[in-house]
């Protein structure tokens, strides 16, 4: 019996807690706190609606969330990453629920949340990996919950990659402060995965996918719902 020895492990991908941190600080900017309110708004969010921010970096949108009177999980795997999200509320007088846990391992009761946010996170696992936290996603959700995910994915075929990397590379360097290694680094590192591919397997693990849009250079925004129940009032 393998018990557990197969399974990936998110923790030896993180490298040291402060360039967790350093890098978590990358996607806040200074209208990071209205994006988050915008996208929350969006997606009709409620006091009392019980919200998972998985991967939530320095914690803006679980921080966002709990203004807007919500029970909020914030879930990362970084501890330096959680440590600023914690920082974060204690400044604003809100309270969150912080879990130090990754993609694959947090732990929360099925069929409980009325929305599962997860931004910029899935594409550190291998794609059969993804498929596994997506399926976690779709536990944890209740009948008639939201995921809204957010990721990096490539939205052409690989002939065109070339073309898409430099302009995805381009509009980051420009546009969000990313130093060029940390671009190269993605592309050489990371798992990135087609647009197709994520459909796919949001549809497989049994979501039903509501829309699908590919914004900006290597952006894909997706709106999934359990099927079930009317959606939270």
Partial sequence: MLARDWFYSERGRIGLDSLIAA???????????????????????RPGWRIADIGCGTGTLACEAARMGAEVYAVDIAPAALALAEAQARDGNIAIRTQAAGLLSFALASDSLDLVVSEFTLHHLPDFWKAVALSRMFRVVKPGGQLFLRDIVFVREPDGSDRTVEQWAEFNINNHDFPSGEVASHMRDEHSTFGWVIERMLKDVGFTLVSADYHAPLHGTYLCRKPGDEPPA
Wanted: glycine residues 8%.
């Fill in 23 to 45: 890098r978590s600080a990358i996607y806040d900017h200074d209208d990071s706190g209205s994006r988050a309110r915008a996208t929350l708004a969006k997606l009709g969010v």
